[in-house]
């Protein structure tokens, strides 16, 4: 198994920052690449950004592309997200997942990740 913890998660107003860390641990062989998602309650868990362990290939949905930036630092199996120009409508619970595929069309798609963090609160306040 993987295990997945995030941190850095938090209330901000609007035009601010914040940087998330997801660690893993456990069996990281496993793993091709790491993926964001966010859910608001009441709507769909979305595709954020995803990173490939191998080669640093970075991806990003349309609507945070711009202003959030994923980074990787294989030594401590640790992925960050670094969010800028936050807006209201960035609030959510943020997860990171792990994927075991290397092939990158896969990425956006939830079902595709076998291992999740618990997620952390990310409120941006107008």
């Known amino acids: 198994q993987v295990q997945l913890v995030e941190s850095g998660g938090g209330q901000v107003q609007a035009g601010g920052s914040l940087r998330l860390s997801c660690a893993a641990s456990?069996?990281?062989?496993?793993?091709?690449?790491v993926g964001w998602f966010r859910q608001d309650p009441g709507k769909e868990r979305e595709f954020v950004s995803a990173?490939?362990?191998?080669?640093?290939?970075?991806y990003y949905s349309d609507s945070v592309k711009g202003r959030f930036t994923i980074s990787k630092d294989n030594a401590k199996n640790t992925v960050f997200l670094q969010m800028n120009n936050l807006k209201p409508e960035d609030t959510a619970l943020y997860y990171c997942?792990?994927?075991?595929?290397?092939?990158?069309?896969?990425?956006?798609?939830?079902?595709?990740?076998?291992?999740w963090g618990q997620g952390t609160q990310v409120t941006v306040s107008s």
């Open positions: 456990g069996r990281t062989f496993t793993s091709s690449a």
């Open positions: 990173i490939r362990w191998s080669d640093g290939n970075t």
């Open positions: 997942a792990s994927s075991p595929r290397y092939d990158s069309s896969w990425y956006r798609t939830r079902a595709d990740y076998d291992y």
